[in-house]
């Protein structure tokens, strides 16, 4: 069996009266890209936002490299080296990209007065872009004017470059056209190819896991139900699953 990245063992969480995970246990394998289906409510974002260090699980654990850890904030967990890429990607539109890819990390130079060093940075984030395959017109350009599947790019691109361990992508295809969607799978497939980068893809769309990911798990009503390789699977067999899991609702809703 690989070595493990990240797992959650039967983490649960509640706000109020909502139970939005149940006992949800998850394991990432290091290099593997995982991918993590469910409807809306089913707790993707609740999971996801304790994996970053944003809520405080109410129960279960979590293990990291093997041992077991406490997130006690977003910062705590980035400097582990997990890191988020959101559908709000963070970034600063009126910026350039590579003040965009140091963006709180700048590189400073200088004695008292110290300096942006935007020349050490512009090279940095050529090198670096350019290593990822990521194509864009320039590193001077501003993110305002950069497709959306550039834009995520960019975004991706600074978490790898924070030294990353494991990346959680928040929809990363939401709202995008064919050619943008094209840029962001053909991105993680050379993240996998690396192998230096666990990556937790969140998505709607059964088409792009099964595109990019090694392996897929389905969250509903707060619990894993489905662990598989993408190899020994299908759409089909998701869809399925999941209108069973839709005619139960309906069965329920008609007997209340």
Same mark, same amino acid.
């Given at each position: 069996m690989s070595e493990e990245a990240l797992r959650t063992e039967n983490i649960s969480k509640s706000f109020g009266?909502?139970?939005a995970l149940?006992?949800?246990?998850v394991r990432l394998n290091k290099g593997e890209v995982l991918g993590l289906l469910g409807d809306n409510g089913a707790g993707k974002s609740t999971l996801m936002k304790i994996l970053t260090g944003f809520h405080k699980p109410d129960g279960g654990k979590i293990y990291f490299l093997g041992k077991e850890i406490e997130l006690k904030s977003v910062s705590h967990a980035r400097s582990l080296g997990i890191e988020p890429v959101y559908q709000d990607l963070a970034l600063v539109n009126e910026l350039n990209v590579y003040r965009n890819m140091f963006l709180q990390r700048e590189i400073m130079v200088g004695g008292p007065l110290r300096i942006l060093? =935007?020349?050490?940075?512009?090279?940095f984030a050529r090198e670096h872009l350019n290593e990822m395959g990521v194509n864009i017109p320039s590193v001077d350009v501003e993110?305002?004017?950069l497709s959306g599947g550039q834009r995520q790019a960019i975004a991706v691109a600074r978490s790898v470059y924070a030294n990353a361990k494991v990346l959680l992508l928040d929809e990363p295809t939401a709202a995008m056209g064919v050619r943008e969607t094209a840029v962001i799978l053909d991105l993680i497939r050379r993240l996998k190819e690396r192998g230096d980068v666990s990556i937790i893809v969140v998505a709607h769309n059964y088409a792009h896991v099964f595109e990019v990911c090694d392996r897929v798990n389905l969250l509903?009503?707060?619990?894993i139900t489905f662990d598989r390789a993408t190899? =020994?699977?299908s759409v089909q067999e998701l869809?399925?699953?999941v209108l069973h899991e839709i005619r139960e609702a309906r069965g329920q809703v008609g007997k209340a």
């Open positions: 009266r909502v139970t149940r006992d949800a246990s060093n =935007d020349g050490a940075m512009r090279e993110i305002a004017r509903q009503n707060g619990r190899k =020994d699977s869809l399925n699953l």
